[in-house]
Protein backbone atom coordinates (compact mmCIF):
# COMPACT_ATOMS: atom_id res chain seq x y z
CA UNK A 1 0.00 0.00 0.00
CA UNK A 2 1.27 3.44 -1.05
CA UNK A 3 2.13 6.14 2.06
CA UNK A 4 -1.41 8.29 0.16
CA UNK A 5 -3.28 4.78 0.23
CA UNK A 6 -2.16 4.63 3.57
CA UNK A 7 -2.72 7.65 4.98
CA UNK A 8 -6.00 8.82 3.43
CA UNK A 9 -7.70 5.30 5.01
CA UNK A 10 -6.36 6.12 8.46
CA UNK A 11 -7.59 9.84 8.05
CA UNK A 12 -11.25 8.31 7.32
CA UNK A 13 -10.74 5.65 10.00
CA UNK A 14 -9.90 8.34 12.76
CA UNK A 15 -13.13 10.66 11.59
CA UNK A 16 -15.36 7.31 12.19
CA UNK A 17 -16.42 7.63 8.51
CA UNK A 18 -17.05 4.89 5.89
CA UNK A 19 -16.44 5.00 2.28
CA UNK A 20 -19.98 5.59 1.62
CA UNK A 21 -19.88 8.43 4.30
CA UNK A 22 -16.94 10.04 2.08
CA UNK A 23 -19.06 9.65 -0.72
CA UNK A 24 -22.50 11.30 0.07
CA UNK A 25 -20.12 13.99 1.78
CA UNK A 26 -17.57 14.63 -1.07
CA UNK A 27 -19.60 12.87 -4.51
CA UNK A 28 -16.31 11.28 -4.81
CA UNK A 29 -17.84 7.60 -5.73
CA UNK A 30 -16.93 5.41 -3.02
CA UNK A 31 -15.23 1.99 -5.51
CA UNK A 32 -12.87 5.47 -6.15
CA UNK A 33 -12.58 5.87 -2.72
CA UNK A 34 -11.32 2.44 -2.24
CA UNK A 35 -8.92 2.47 -5.25
CA UNK A 36 -7.19 5.73 -3.68
CA UNK A 37 -6.74 4.01 -0.42
CA UNK A 38 -5.42 0.67 -2.13
CA UNK A 39 -2.97 2.49 -4.09
CA UNK A 40 -4.54 1.44 -7.51
CA UNK A 41 -4.83 4.90 -8.60
CA UNK A 42 -4.21 8.40 -6.28
CA UNK A 43 -6.63 11.61 -6.13
CA UNK A 44 -6.64 14.51 -8.40
CA UNK A 45 -5.55 17.62 -6.82
CA UNK A 46 -8.84 18.68 -6.15
CA UNK A 47 -10.42 15.23 -4.75
CA UNK A 48 -7.10 15.81 -2.56
CA UNK A 49 -7.91 18.89 -1.71
CA UNK A 50 -11.28 17.43 -1.00
CA UNK A 51 -10.49 14.70 1.06
CA UNK A 52 -7.89 16.52 3.21
CA UNK A 53 -10.46 19.04 3.99
CA UNK A 54 -13.16 16.53 5.55
CA UNK A 55 -10.65 14.73 7.25
CA UNK A 56 -8.94 17.70 8.87
CA UNK A 57 -5.32 17.14 7.97
CA UNK A 58 -2.84 18.09 5.56
CA UNK A 59 -2.19 17.31 1.73
CA UNK A 60 1.31 17.41 3.15
CA UNK A 61 0.35 14.57 5.44
CA UNK A 62 -1.44 12.35 3.16
CA UNK A 63 1.38 12.76 0.53
CA UNK A 64 4.13 12.01 3.19
CA UNK A 65 5.82 14.95 3.67
CA UNK A 66 5.05 15.46 7.23
CA UNK A 67 4.23 12.91 9.68
CA UNK A 68 1.98 15.60 11.37
CA UNK A 69 -1.85 15.04 10.40
CA UNK A 70 -2.72 18.20 12.25
CA UNK A 71 -4.06 20.88 9.31
CA UNK A 72 -2.29 23.97 9.91
CA UNK A 73 -3.73 26.72 6.93
CA UNK A 74 -1.61 30.05 5.97
CA UNK A 75 -4.19 32.85 5.04
CA UNK A 76 -3.82 31.63 1.72
CA UNK A 77 -4.94 28.32 2.17
CA UNK A 78 -7.87 29.42 4.57
CA UNK A 79 -8.95 30.80 1.07
CA UNK A 80 -9.15 28.19 -1.45
CA UNK A 81 -10.30 25.69 1.55
CA UNK A 82 -13.48 27.91 2.88
CA UNK A 83 -14.65 27.87 -1.31
CA UNK A 84 -15.05 24.14 -0.85
Keep these: MSVLGDRLRKARERKGL?????YKK???N???????ESGGSEPDIDNLLKLA???E???????????NP????SEQ???????L
Aim: glycine share 2%; proline share 0%.
Design 18 to 22: SQIDV
Design 26 to 28: TKI
Design 30 to 36: NKTISRY
Design 53 to 55: TLY
Design 57 to 67: VSIDYLVGRTD
Design 70 to 73: NMTF
Design 77 to 83: ERIIYDK
